[in-house]
């Protein structure tokens, strides 16, 4: 790699947003892109996030009672009309198996866009009794959706997430499932990824095809837009009609059961890119961040230099720290640039006069503030510079978002607020007719329902509104 | 689920030893069928033991200094045929997507079987200096492999597994990583899935296609049969040259770099059933055991013993052991049997009694003992006895093995060897025409060559034995 400073290769973040994503994911190496157009490969350092996302949802998930499973990737394409909404909405854009072992398949199969209808024919298999419920079950995994435009962790044609897919007894227990594990996604992300959510129901237009119910989170990209986070589905009866999910309850009697689903998948990499970066490059919160501190000699080749690197090294991955030492050939400057580039949260740099000053410098990267601290107990130091910077993105985070949500009256302040990189309130009447109308004039969609909040005239059609909404451009 | 003997589900291991498998694997809700023939469904029981399989592994292989990646699912078929001993292989096991978001592709697209060629295609793009070497990258991903006869965890259309694909500078390194992972194989299985396992370089016809040299690890079943439980591949330049990936080295001169890969499965599952299984079910070594420890109140109704039971749960689960209180409605005897069958490693029956003397009966699955142990201190006990049924697994499951290796001079001696269920060391000239003999007249193939053990002649046609090979009927 020459040795060129990282930070002009990166597009300028205020004048072409989607060329500085695009040049920050690649230039990183967070991720390529696949032989296959509309793929990625997800490199190390991209993956490492997936690992820490994967650990910390995962752990969330078990501690509410779900167990990890795994389902085929190939589901027969008979299964998909079971449910008319979701064969519908998920047909046109399946991949489909025609030729496997040299052979013509009798059925064809259809790598999996997304799993109730494999889940629900085992379901209907593995339920029988009240016994048997609730069944809580997740899996992490790959699917499938041919799209026209794609870009890296935002919208490709294979990803990676996680799939919850519930079974219950009554519609109030589902309900109650679909709304905590919304509970979980919006503490995981503020906690972990250090970005505010916005939860909600989503329209009718908006929800999952299948679905009686789709409750979103919508997180602020700094360019004003919305990127939807992650949601889960309350599914009623549909799925369990369709599939017979079926079990003899206290009663006697046969009953369908209720079931739920909800899903965040690799977007969220592109969530923290775009919510977090600046003119520099990426800006890692430090739970999810692969290297949460880099160590930088200065005048590496001085005696003593890099044994007291390697000492500060082992002192904090006995912390429990995710820690590197630079000490390759290149200059302190050209390192500061690539690893502000790689977003990681502190830079420590230690030099002759630092050792003897039994000192050490440590720059935030979220801040950009540079201070010198003591080398005596350096490890507490450093942790909790860890949980200040964790907790400041998240208040900036929520502080730049809160900054630009406004209110709108009319289809025109909608235009002009989302024009402006906002997200609006808006009184909206419930009618398909007047959520089509804003999307055709302002390129903004309905996101969420502002739950609490009421307007008294819809913006488009001015009559009664039944509920405030937040219009935004989105992902 | 019906309240009845289990034990009595299950087929008679020595009379049917298949069919006991498929009855152990289904009833202890380990795995299921799915609906496209030859696909399984991994349910969370199974897949909690892959949980812990991954775990341990992958803290190897970070130890070892890889990195996990991801890359995409879809391959082009056109990709397959720059190998040519590769796509001879893996071309007739092939599923392919033909049709994708409603269209016909304009290149069908395989699922991936194995990934040597999408990694060789992203590697000759990453790699263009010494300074890029060694890559050592590992993935943790579902294959494809379309088989007329299957059989859950052993061969199935679909599985998961991890795949390390690494390129080097010199064919020495490449050598030393190939050997390596076979090593840290071994130390995982001996130790983690308490089978010992006999490591050793494959013959040109059992050897992976397109690589250079093939090295595997066998384990003895039950039955005597063997089970390839991982491979490691020297691929030389094959895929270098297939994908031109090339670097420019110190001397100024453009070079082919050398590759190896290496993976293991969820056929792992299926090595631990049948090395440990015995006729009241699964034997699970308490590392990969998703339950190691179940507590069994007796005489539950009375004052103070679910209490007391669930006080000693909390001992255990402060000390990092998984622990399950069964304080289910069925019978203790039925509960026994149910755990057993399980596979659970220590029982703990708790009653008003033992609660009174300030005992508890301890059972260990794998010895089939059962002793009385003081409450005092009880954490430390289950922890030791934890420590020796591990330990005692892996001597039993040896003991077993080694008393069943025997030497043979002629194809009668092989024949006899393995029908008497045991792996067979013979002498090999090296042709292919007497290891196909082999094959034809015994059911057994080459598994590895016996390293360090000369024979001097062939067991098919009397010549000079080049090698001494371990023949076994496998799985």
């Known amino acids: ?35 296959v157009k509309g793929t990625m490969v997800i490199r190390p350092y991209g993956y490492a996030i997936w690992e820490n996302i994967q650990s910390q949802l995962d752990k969330r998930f078990k501690a509410t009672g779900h167990r990890n499973a795994y389902f085929p990737l190939l589901i027969p394409m008979s299964f998909f009309t079971k449910e008319a909404e979701h064969v519908e909405g998920f047909a046109p854009e399946v991949a489909v198996v025609t030729h ?22 085992m379901y209907s298999k593995w339920i029988q009794s009240y016994r048997d419920l609730p069944v809580l079950i997740n899996q992490w995994a790959n699917v499938m959706r041919w799209e026209k435009t794609t870009r890296p962790f935002l919208r490709t044609s294979e990803f990676l997430w996680q799939e919850g897919h519930t079974a219950h007894s ?20 503020e906690n972990c990824l250090a970005i505010p959510v916005i939860c909600g129901r989503k329209t009718e237009k ?15 990209m700094k360019d004003g837009k919305s990127l939807q986070a992650g949601t889960t589905h309350y599914l009623g009866q549909n799925f369990a009609k369709a599939f017979d999910i079926k079990y003899l309850d206290k009663d006697g009697v046969q009953k369908y059961v209720y079931t739920s689903s909800w899903g965040v998948s690799t977007r969220l990499i592109g969530a923290l890119i775009m919510a977090h970066g600046d003119s520099r490059g990426l800006v890692l919160p430090p739970v999810v961040a692969p290297v949460q501190v880099v160590i930088i000699p200065i005048a590496a080749k001085k005696g003593g230099v890099l044994e007291a690197c390697a000492d500060l090294k082992q002192k904090l991955e006995s912390a429990g720290v995710r820690v590197t030492l630079d000490d390759g050939d290149n200059s302190p400057g050209w390192k500061f640039n690539e690893w502000e580039m ?42 909790n510079l860890l949980s200040a910077v964790q907790k400041d993105m998240l208040e900036s985070a929520r502080k730049r978002r809160d900054g630009r949500i406004v209110y709108a009256d009319d289809l025109n302040g909608i235009l002009q607020g989302v024009e402006g990189g906002n997200f ?28 609490g909040e009421t307007s008294c005239k819809c913006a488009v059609c001015g009559k009664k509104a039944e509920h405030t909404v937040i219009f935004a451009r989105a992902y």
């Open 424 to 451: 609006v309130k808006a009184g909206w009447c419930g009618l398909r007719g007047c959520e089509d109308k804003i999307k055709t004039e302002t390129a903004a969609t309905a996101r969420v329902f502002a739950e």
């Open 206 to 220: 908006e929800k999952f095809a299948g679905a009686v119910a789709t409750f979103g989170m919508e997180a602020m």
């Open 342 to 383: 790689k977003g990681v949260p502190l830079r420590i740099e230690l030099g002759p006069r630092d050792i003897e000053n039994g000192k050490a410098m440590i720059f935030r990267r979220d801040s950009l503030e540079k201070s010198e601290y003591a080398l005596d107990g350096i490890a507490d130091t450093v942790t």
């Open 170 to 189: 009554s519609e109030e227990e589902a309900l109650d499932e679909t709304m905590k594990m919304l509970g979980v996604y919006k503490e995981f992300a």
């Open 1 to 35: 790699m020459a040795k060129e400073n990282f930070v002009e290769q990166i597009a300028d973040i205020e004048a072409d947003f989607p060329r500085w994503y695009t040049d920050v994911v690649v230039k990183t190496g967070l991720v390529d892109y696949g032989p």
């Open 100 to 121: 496997a072992g040299g052979e013509e398949l009798a059925e064809p199969l259809a790598i999996r866009p997304t799993s109730e209808t494999i889940f629900g024919s």
